[in-house]
């Protein structure tokens, strides 16, 4: 298997994953965050796609698209039967890890590539996936630092969240 096959397949691997996390977490903005996610796994998919069969290639850009909606818009008013899913911290480690190893991937063929353009295309996608990373670190922290730190109101200084 080539260098960008094995890429597209993890693509498309990193697509069927957060498609699943976004099913698992209908109906709350989780779902839409992982919907966004699986979907600019199959951008990088067909971005890889084309540059191995020699498509045209629109320019590289960065950013969520223009048409993506606020993940909180229609989130509605909290309510206290909402509860904690507990393999959230670990649902994001794991994820972590598979964009650490696209991350990976893409540098080492960045470093290998033939000609300029495969070079910038590799550079991109490393910057997506470390975008990836950043984002599900945060939710990580968010949803993970009830439980390792606790502190009373009255006493100390505490980190911002």
């Not at 509605?76 to 649902?91: I, R, T």
């Not at 063929?109 to 984002?135: C, M, N, P, S, Y």
């Amino acid at each position: 298997m080539d260098a960008f096959q094995f890429a597209i397949d993890m693509e498309l691997d990193g697509e069927r994953y957060y498609r699943t996390q976004a099913a698992n977490n209908a109906g709350n903005p989780l779902g839409a965050v992982f919907l966004i996610l699986a979907q600019d796994e199959a951008r990088h998919a067909q971005l890889l796609k084309d540059r191995r069969d020699g498509a045209a290639q629109a320019p590289l850009s960065h950013g969520v698209p223009l048409d993506v909606r606020n993940v909180f818009v229609g989130a509605g008013d909290y309510e206290a039967h909402v509860k904690e899913l507990p393999d959230q911290p670990e649902l994001y480690l794991a994820a972590q890890a598979v964009e650490q190893q696209s991350i990976d991937l893409y540098r080492d063929l960045q470093a290998k590539a033939a000609d300029k353009e495969t070079e910038a295309l590799f550079a991109f996608l490393v910057g997506e996936e470390t975008e990836h990373l950043r984002i599900l670190t945060e939710f990580y922290h968010h949803v993970n630092r009830p439980r390792e730190w606790v502190e009373s109101a009255e006493f100390g200084v505490r980190e911002e969240y």
